[in-house]
């Protein structure tokens, strides 16, 4: 099932490349764009199906573990040239693939006995929020849930500032009030990260079920997380800004809970 693609005008191409940009189109078709052998492997492992991949034979390696999962779904073979567009950066071993999205659901989230949650209110940069699944998925965390989100989760930026990230830690995308309910109705304690009316966060217990809860560094979290916390949380800033990135502020807390969890065995 190979075909080979010589034009940037084929309309297979096109559409990847449209794919890439356009979340209105990612969306409709209910389809998005994975770059790369480590993250497709991740993206299988996920569970998700694969619509199609284009490859480029002088870039992949034989050895790459992806040639049995691939068997029978639909190939297209492209030069070194065609590649360079349609690939975000050079070192992804000559694969991109358009892969089928799957709907993931706040009542469908599988929580473990003390659960741990990042949650995120109104990021934009799907850099950012890329990040702040990598260290999730470092933590154990249980589960993101993104809020009124500015970005689609299934952006290429996002996808590859995670490195596969969004496809091993569950991750969903909801209004404030809903997670808000969810998480209440799970009894996990709220924790805000903002400057306001706060403590320090290591003098905070985060031993119990928990949800860490980070806004974006413009406006920091709307007025309805600061009501529903259960208590506010913040790091220590002792230069002459007020704030870091929020995928470092996430690190650092996210970390600090797994840090006191461990403390329990």
């Known amino acids: 099932m190979t075909e080979r693609i010589t034009s940037a005008q ?22 998005f764009v994975v770059e790369g052998e480590r993250e497709l492997l991740h993206c299988l492992e996920g569970g998700f199906r694969i619509r199609c991949v284009f490859c480029c034979p ?18 297209f073979d492209i030069s070194r040239e065609l590649y360079a567009k349609a690939a975000l950066r050079g070192s992804t071993e000559g694969i991109v693939a358009e892969v089928f999205a799957k709907e993931s659901r706040l009542e469908d989230l599988e929580l473990g006995d003390n659960p741990l949650i990042a949650v995120l209110e109104s990021v934009e940069k799907p850099g950012n929020l890329g990040a702040v699944l990598r260290s ?88 309805v997380w600061r009501q529903a916390a259960d208590a506010h949380i913040r790091l220590p800033m002792l ?27």
């Not at 309309?11 to 078709?29: D, I, P, T, V, Y």
């Not at 002088?58 to 190939?75: F, I």
């Not at 230069?239 to 809970?257: C, H, I, M, Q, T």
């Not at 840090?259 to 329990?264: E, K």
Request: charged share 20%; aromatic share 4%.
């Open 10 to 31: 084929n309309q297979k191409f096109k559409h990847l490349l449209a794919l890439q940009e356009k979340s209105r189109l990612r969306r409709e078709s209910g389809l």
């Open 136 to 223: 999730a998925d470092a933590c154990g965390v249980d589960a993101v849930i993104v809020c009124d989100p500015l970005t689609d989760l299934y952006n290429p930026n996002l996808i590859r500032a995670s490195i596969g990230a969004v496809f091993t830690v569950p991750c969903v995308a909801c209004s404030s009030s809903e997670a808000i309910n969810w998480i209440k109705s799970n009894n996990i304690q709220i924790l805000t990260a903002q400057l306001q009316d706060s403590s320090l966060y290591y003098d905070c217990d985060m031993k119990r079920p928990t949800a860490i809860v980070m806004g974006t560094e413009a406006t920091g979290l709307s007025q």
């Open 58 to 75: 002088e870039l992949m390696r034989s050895d790459n573990g992806l040639n049995a999962t691939l068997e029978g779904v639909q190939r």
């Open 239 to 265: 230069g002459r800004l007020d704030s870091l990135n929020v995928s470092v502020s996430a690190a650092v807390l996210l970390y600090e809970a797994l840090r006191q969890r461990n403390s329990l065995k």
